[in-house]
């Protein structure tokens, strides 16, 4: 059962407006607004279409049901694919909604990633086993077992296991892009 009246309050209170403020903003009194959160009336659908129009809410937000958030992941929801001649294994499936998209990048010696064309965000990453190869235009940086490093995604650049052993890397984006 939805709790009309809690939810009205809690967007209300969300956006820092009194009863009142709400109330001048619908045409309606303070009154009534006090009346509908605390539940002792219900409104109209034209009336609630008016309050959660100011509110900034559809009505199909306000009355979908909240989901639960996923917060473990098991190996059992993790991907893999191709990320040039290395592999991508994708730790969170629904990444893409989230601000963040953390992958672990495994390279076998001589493979690297795909190139990393300019974004506006930023990358991390923390070398799990191995060493890489951060190849920038006119530059470039070792990175080894132990270390992280930080990339400005404006920065056009490729990874690359140049040792003879395997690399791992945990490489997270912000926003979600890989």
């Given at each position: 059962m939805v709790e009309i009246g809690r939810k009205i309050r809690q967007y209300r209170l969300q956006l820092d407006l009194t009863q009142e403020e709400l109330a001048q903003r619908t045409e309606l009194t303070k009154g009534y607004i006090?009346?509908?959160?605390?539940?002792?009336?219900?409104?109209?659908?034209?009336?609630?279409?008016?309050?959660l129009n100011v509110l900034g809410v559809t009505l199909a937000q306000f009355f979908a049901e909240p989901k639960e958030?996923?917060?473990?992941?098991?190996?059992?929801?993790?991907?893999?694919?191709?990320n040039g001649t290395a592999v991508s294994t994708w730790l969170i499936p629904d990444?893409?909604?989230k601000q963040m998209e953390p992958i672990i990048l495994t390279m076998q010696?001589?493979?690297q990633s795909q190139e990393r064309f300019p974004f506006e965000g930023e990358e991390f990453g923390y070398v799990l086993?191995?060493?890489?190869?951060?190849?920038?235009?006119?530059?470039?940086?070792?990175?080894?077992?132990?270390?992280?490093?930080?990339?400005?995604?404006m920065k056009q650049h490729i990874l690359k296991n140049?040792?003879?052993?395997?690399?791992?890397?945990?490489?997270?984006t912000t926003p979600s892009n890989f």
């Open positions: 006090s009346q509908l959160e605390n539940d002792l009336c219900s409104p109209s659908i034209a009336t609630l279409e008016d309050i958030e996923r917060i473990v992941y098991t190996q059992g929801d993790f991907f893999v694919s191709q990444s893409q909604v010696a001589g493979e086993e191995g060493e890489l190869e951060i190849c920038f235009e006119a530059d470039s940086r070792v990175v080894k077992v132990g270390q992280a490093f930080s990339v400005n995604g140049t040792s003879q052993a395997q690399c791992r890397v945990l490489w997270i």
